[in-house]
């Protein structure tokens, strides 16, 4: 990158999930500027501070955040803490479906222990494993022991709350602390920066989901360049669809457009024809009439639909007896 395109002004940004000592101390041997997500359990030292009410600047709608020196007291670093409501409601919604799915798990566990108790107590552990793997949420807060009878049976399951962890986990939903050795005051700004990882990430969605391009494992580099180019090109075009819609008043959401205009059905009708001793058929197509909603989105993009039918060349004319000129029949 930095042969490229030069390293003035650049500011690398990674989520936590890229950032390590090695990597840090990489960027600090070049002198870059950097701006890092970092890992959740740096999060509890910022206990006292997210239970503060002063001290927030709201950064964007429904996203609060705050600058925090770094504890070394040099200045060549400082942190960045953030906190989302909708971010804090989405993740308190799947701990609440984690919880109900793994306790009605463990529920079964339970019935069928005190119905017939087990001597593999490694294999009701492997069980309940199985499920606490599966919703990993709720399986830091939830606490199952398994329990036993006089012959050393596993005969039941204790389910109990970790009350800690389980306040402390309701406490961080929603937060984000980022590191950042940028001498910026704006939380406002830091925060803009961060999140242009998810334009990236919604880039590799749109890609996959609304474009259909999934990972095609290539062999050859020439095919793997082409196929690069191609999601090049479909994601440029999506781009331009949706600043297209921007400079429109319409938003930005091409994937609610492309929507409303599938609704848009073309059908082809065959028609049998006879000019002279020959008889064929010709193929016409024409379009449905649109629904009102979406005549009226049409209007906005300034796009209007075909008013008359094409007739297409059926593959059974012959050629000597092509069809007339278009609309002639």
């Known amino acids: ?50 239970l503060e009410k002063d001290g927030w600047q709201e950064v964007q709608s429904g996203v609060e955040a ?98 800690e962890r389980g306040q402390w986990a309701h406490k961080s939903r929603g937060t984000y602390l980022l590191r950042t050795n940028c001498i910026e005051e704006d939380p406002a700004l830091l925060w803009q920066w961060y999140i242009q990882l998810t334009q990236a990430e919604a880039a590799f969605r749109t890609a996959k989901s609304d474009l259909g391009l999934r990972p095609v494992f290539h062999r050859m580099t020439h095919r793997v360049e082409a196929h690069i180019l191609v999601c090049f090109l479909a994601l440029a075009l999506w781009r331009v669809l949706e600043m297209w819609m921007h400079g429109k008043g319409l938003g930005n959401c091409a994937r609610k457009l492309i929507s409303e205009i599938s609704t848009i059905k073309s059908m082809d009708v065959i028609v049998p024809v006879k000019r002279g001793a020959t008889k064929a058929h010709l193929r016409v197509r024409t379009l449905a009439r649109p629904e009102k909603r979406v005549s009226e989105l049409l209007m906005r ?29």
């Open 1 to 50: 990158m930095e042969q490229k395109y030069g390293k003035s002004e650049r500011i690398w940004v990674m989520d936590r999930g890229m950032v390590s000592a090695e990597n840090l101390a990489f960027l600090r041997g070049r002198k870059a500027r950097y701006l890092l997500g970092t890992p959740r359990s740096e999060l509890k030292a910022c206990e006292a501070l997210l």
């Open 66 to 163: 705050r600058l925090i020196p770094h504890a070394d007291g040099k200045g060549t670093e400082q942190y960045v803490l953030c906190r989302s409501t909708a971010r804090a409601e989405k993740e308190n919604a799947i701990f609440r479906q984690q919880s109900e799915r793994l306790c009605a798990q463990l529920a079964k566990i339970d019935s069928a222990l005190r119905c017939h108790a087990q001597t593999n107590i490694e294999a009701v552990g492997r069980r309940i494993g199985r499920w606490l793997g599966q919703y990993p949420a709720a399986a830091r807060i939830i606490e199952v022991v398994v329990e036993r009878d006089a012959a050393g049976r596993a005969c039941a399951l204790n389910l109990s709350s970790r009350t």
């Open 301 to 329: 993009l300034g796009l209007e639909l075909p008013a008359r039918n094409k007739i297409l060349r059926d593959a059974a004319l012959p050629e000597a007896h092509p069809p007339g000129p278009e609309g002639e029949m």
